[in-house]
């Protein structure tokens, strides 16, 4: 038997690092060609780390919750040739305990340095330091106690290099907090209640779902949310749409679904009111240079992720066709690299999709706004024609806005929703492609 090096895997053009999540594999335990070795996380999707070959596990060279730069070596092991017989040399239950001791024994000492050198109070929660936030911190100047404040969005609250940076970018306001004063009795507090939750299948939240429960309370927790209403009757843009469907798809082997058309729509309502497309720091409104149009999608597992088309301004239809199904069909297979799914600064919910009339979504931070669309639905409408009203049938959509009072007024929101809803009404119906 030979000895080689594990690395740590290459999983997305733009991902530099990966953190460790756990070890399926435990030191002197044997392996197959195949087998899951490791748990690996980088900022937004878990890894699973096969083993190219059949060998022994000798040496785990970090413990879980290391961030281990790509390429680095992560464990050494005997390659064994043909199939083996898994048989642990060294006790699972021995590793398992031992590795837990040590990572108890180095979060207390982290959270003993923390305690001495707080000048306030931390939050109530086990903080974790990787070697990569300490070596930012200290290039930035943050101090333990000031990285102790910092809401950390990763497995158990661990805190993230995306967590810190956008921080740093917020202008650090933890920085000068003072200690915590003694509470004022007349404030408000949220009232700790003993609620019967009842009884049933306890299912734990994934690595994803909870930073998706977090984002979501934070969003909340930051932004005023004001949500607006419009309806819109896409009986022209229905009747286009499946007309064409069939020969643009010959025509560029593009599917035409509903959504490059909802995106093409917002791009250009985005171009006519900038103000939409804008961010939040500290006193500052950052107005983006670019408009980038965010897709809520749902992955296999259940979960959402917001693939971006990026300068969807910039692009004719075709393009915008082309680029949606590639990011849906990546979203599909769970291949979609760091790069789909960053930099959007306006978000679409499809909440149609699920067959919901109207939605009301949560904003995508650091994001102003976010539109839903509902479903497309024949309904008998009244309509004003020259001879005199009369009833018709119309596919109407409900398209419903929430935006971030701090920054958008009713009157900016309305009529950003307004514009919406006219170009999807005012579709030209002689469009070619």
Do not use: C
Not at 41 to 53: C, G, H, W
């Amino acid at each position: 038997m030979t000895e080689d090096q594990l690395l740590m895997p290459k999983m997305g053009e733009s991902i530099t690092e990966g953190t460790i999540l756990n070890w399926l594999v435990a030191e002197g335990e044997a392996f197959e060609e195949g087998d899951i070795l490791l748990e690996v996380a980088t900022d937004k999707v878990d890894n699973e780390v096969p083993a190219l070959s059949s060998g022994v596990m000798k040496k785990h060279l970090f413990e879980p919750k290391s961030v281990v730069e790509v390429g680095t070596a992560i464990a050494i092991y005997e390659v064994v040739e043909g199939t083996i017989t898994k048989k642990e040399v060294t006790s699972t239950k021995k590793v398992e305990k031992a590795t837990k001791k040590a990572v108890k024994k180095t979060v207390a000492k982290t959270t003993k340095t923390i305690q001495q050198n707080a000048a306030f109070t931390v939050p109530d929660r086990t903080l974790f330091v990787s070697p990569l936030i300490k070596s930012i911190a200290q290039q930035h100047h943050v101090s333990y106690e000031e990285l102790a404040r910092i809401p950390g969005t990763g497995k158990e609250g661990r805190l993230r290099k995306s967590d810190l940076m956008q921080y740093i970018e917020e202008g650090r306001p933890f920085q000068f907090a003072q200690p915590v004063a003694q509470a004022d009795p007349t404030a408000y507090r949220i009232p700790q209640l003993d609620l019967d939750k009842g009884t049933g299948k306890i299912v734990e939240m994934d690595r994803m779902r909870q930073m998706i429960a977090d984002h979501m309370v934070y969003s909340k927790h930051t932004s005023p949310h004001v949500t607006a209403y419009v309806e819109a009757d896409l009986t022209d843009l229905v009747a286009w749409r499946n007309e064409n469907k069939v020969v643009f798809q010959k025509k560029h082997n593009q599917k035409l679904t509903f959504t490059p058309l909802f995106v093409e729509a917002v791009a250009k309502a985005v171009k006519d009111f900038p103000m939409i497309n804008v961010s939040v720091d500290g006193s500052n409104i950052i107005v983006k240079e670019h408009i980038n149009i965010g897709m809520a999608t749902a992955l296999p597992s259940g979960n959402l992720i917001v693939p971006v088309v990026k300068d969807a301004d910039k692009k004719d239809l075709v393009e915008i066709a082309s680029e949606v199904n590639r990011l849906s069909a990546l979203a599909r297979e769970n291949k979609l690299s760091g790069d789909d799914i960053k930099g959007s600064t306006f978000t679409i919910s499809n909440v149609g999709t699920f067959g919901s009339v109207m939605g009301t979504p949560i904003i995508n931070q650091p994001e102003a706004a976010i539109l839903a669309t509902g479903i497309i639905k024949k309904r008998a409408e009244v309509m004003e024609r020259p001879e005199g009203d009369s009833i018709e049938i119309r596919q109407m959509m409900y398209l419903s806005l929430s935006f971030d009072h701090r920054t958008v007024d009713g009157f900016l929101g309305g009529s950003f929703l307004k514009r919406i809803a006219d170009n999807l009404e005012q579709f030209d119906i002689t469009r070619t492609f």
